[in-house]
């Protein structure tokens, strides 16, 4: 019998094949598994991760639709309605033979209405159901950047005539390395020029501002009624373009200015300073910054009513203002930020209890500049007066060309006047212990010829040669920069050792490390005296996340028309005040008024070709605040390999590469734009010198210079090796035994012992060396900024303080 054909059951069917381990498992990916490497996660799964159903996940994105319509709501609502904040729009002209008021008198035209009064003015259209505030500026660098930063819109203007001068790049570029709210380009005096030309003007003037902005493709002749209508309808329908660091911050375009002198001090009392508040909230317990007066506290924040007057000053005894007030917000006691920018160093916590170097220095200075009756015998060190030595030299020869006149036997340096911190930083070519400035060392100066001269001829001879000095002075400078900032470039860090000092003494302060990116470093040790000032963070993220977040609640709302009262503010705020530029006042977040070591990273510019040197003074312009500082460099290395947090210094700040600045500095918070320049005699003209962005303000940063000793063959035999003009006496050879060895050409080696008197050694390698190679040893030592960052006060505006008398320094 035929049996019948069975199935097997459906669990038999199915293949079980062996699962894989993991996923991935190559040995590319067990070797990055080693290291740490974490696999990126899709930001779209995570998204939809946990939505079991189609139905979450229409949920999920109703809700993200909505957060975002709401977040576009918040956004335009302020400029909404008859009452709503206007936008405010700056007038920049670009070329020399146009001017920002007609400008803005031709804007007012094509809407058949006439400007109010010169300078800052408003426009209220019941056409475009907004209002709008116009700030034509004058050919002034300072005014139109700080206008730039509290713009909606920026309308350049441009000739059809002349071309942008250099003065209008500069603008271009310092408003693009702060940021470009939205911009509008336009065109004047385009109707004197014949009708066949306008066309290729607009080309022309097209692809110039294509170069800077590429999204604008369009020029608007302001000459033209039509087109000044079509300008006014964009800049009330456009939503203006967001600036981030701004926006994290509360800051007001001041309307009205009114001053309340103090009964018991005339000098100061509280200002009044009404208009519209943007950004975010401001609070009465943050403080407030004044540009080229400092950080000052808030009395209250009241309410003020709309005025559409165009904007004024009111005077002390003016009656215009509204009587009544709402307060809307007050400090709370305990809780209000203090003027206090420094810490109290604790003295008796340091392990030094002796006077240190400085301070004795600095003893010697008061002691040189008091009365001789009150001076005391003898110097804090007990060192005998230095006899003066009578010096020949040749007929004729001022004081100042003596001073060149140097023995063969010691050479002078620039850098011996500066403190010693500064003189471990320049003292590695040839300026020894031994060499002294010759204003100092007390010589004096006697002709080889003793004739008698007529005292008028030789005062006359005098005034010639110390120009003719002058001159020869400031070249041999320039050379001198010249020959450094060359040698830097070609041979970085390289030094000589002295001959007649030691070399375990020159270099007292350095120290060898085994890595330079894994050596531990501890970042507590040794810290001067001006890191018990400053003020440091746990955790630097987590303070600004929180401090940013704590800026959005409460306070007073964006939008508001409102008055803040400034309190113990100096009188000069007004006598300095100049009706049409534009004055503002931005607020504070929580412990910005402290200072810190701040670094940030910036990109050199490329246009400027002189020479930066490390702690050499330039203005710092962060965010709202501009200050004079003495910066310190170092490689941007910050997602380098490196554990130990230790950064490699540089003395010059070189081209194409990004580098971090650091400097004692009030404490930033945000992605805040930074630019730093170089001040010349004309206040409108500054140097562009870099541009960047805040990186972080952590004191345990480390900066370390390195130098390099140098040596050479002397005999190669095998992977032994003499060499020698790396020192000049056995016991430096014993002293730096331990340091390892390295080449140019990449050997490795270390000393084995020291040869004769004249600082020979012999070398063990890794491999033989060549005769022409180069034989290094790495130093490093700790370096820090320089102490002294003031307030940048505009020459311009005629501010009579300072930043120690504001911000409580000094």
Partial sequence: MSEHHKHRSDTKLKQANKPFKSKHQTSRSLRDKAKGKVERVSVKTQSTRGFSNRTDRRNAARLLQQ??????????????????????????????????????????????????????????????KQKLQFIPLQRNYIDIMDAAKVADFIVFVMSAVEEVDKFGLMVLSGIQSQGVPSVVP??????????????????????????????????????NTSEGLNVLRMIANQLPKTVAWRDTHSYMLAETLDFESNPSDPSVGTLKVTGYGRGTHFQANRLVHLQNFGDFQLEKITSAPI????????????????????????????????????????????????????????????????????????????????????????????NYQAAWIVDSDHESDEDDEESEEDEDDHMEDDDLPSARNDEDSGEEYEDLEEEEEDPSKTEEVYEDELEDAEEARQYA????????????????????????????????????????????????ENLPLDYGRIFQFENFRRTKHRVMNQAKEGGVMPGAHITLHIANVPRAVMDTYVQGRPFIVFGLLQYEHKMGVINFVVNRNSEYDGIIKAKDPLVLHCGFRRFVVRPIFSQNSRNG????????????????????????????????????????????????????????????????????????????????ATIRFMFFNPD??????????RTKLGRTGHIKESLG?????????????????TIMMCLYKRVYPKWGTTLWVNPAAGAITTAAESMDMD
């Fill in 67 to 128: 957060k975002k319509r709401e977040e576009l709501f918040r956004k335009t609502k302020i400029f909404d309605g008859k009452d709503g904040t206007p936008k405010v729009v700056a007038v920049v002209p670009l070329c020399p033979d146009v001017s920002a008021e007609d400008a803005v008198a031709n804007l007012f035209a094509s809407v058949d209405q006439v400007p109010a009064n010169k300078g800052a003015v408003l426009m209220t259209s019941d056409r475009f």
């Fill in 186 to 223: 336009a065109v004047n005096n385009l109707e004197s020029i014949p009708l066949k030309k306008r066309s290729d003007i607009k080309k022309s003037l097209v692809s110039f501002t294509t170069h800077f902005f590429p999204e604008e493709d369009k020029v608007h002749a302001l000459d």
């Fill in 307 to 398: 005025s559409h007057r165009a904007i004024h000053v009111v005077n002390n005894n003016s009656m215009d203002s509204e009587p009544t007030e709402t307060v809307l917000d007050t400090p709370v006691t305990g809780e209000q930020d203090d003027l206090a920018a420094e810490n109290e160093p604790d003295l008796l916590g340091n392990e030094q209890t002796w006077p240190t170097e400085e301070e004795l220095m600095e003893a010697e200075e008061r002691v040189r500049n008091m009365d001789p009756s009150e001076r005391p015998e003898q110097s804090f060190n007990n060192a005998p007066t230095p006899k003066k030595n009578v010096r020949r030299v040749p007929k004729g020869t001022s």
């Fill in 477 to 524: 400078e320039y050379l001198a920069r010249e020959k450094e900032n060359r040698d830097d470039m070609e041979f970085p860090d390289e030094v000589e050792a002295p001959m007649d000092v030691a070399a375990s003494v020159r270099f007292a302060r350095y120290r060898a490390l085994e890595s330079f990116r894994t050596s531990p470093w501890d970042p507590y």
């Fill in 641 to 720: 390999k490196g554990t130990n947090n230790v950064h490699k210094s540089e003395r010059f700040l070189q081209q194409g590469r990004s580098t971090v600045v650091t400097v004692y500095a009030p404490i930033q918070f945000g992605n805040l734009p930074v630019v730093l320049t170089k001040d010349t005699e004309d206040v409108n003209s500054p140097i562009l010198v870099a541009t960047g962005t805040l990186m972080d303000a952590d004191p345990r940063r480390i900066v370390a210079k390195r130098i390099i000793l140098t040596g050479h063959p002397f005999k190669v035999h095998k992977r032994s």
């Fill in 732 to 741: 430096d050879v014993w002293y730096y035994k331990s340091v390892e060895l």
């Fill in 757 to 773: 008197t004249h600082g020979y050694f012999k070398a063990q390698w890794d491999q033989q060396i060549s005769m022409q190679d």
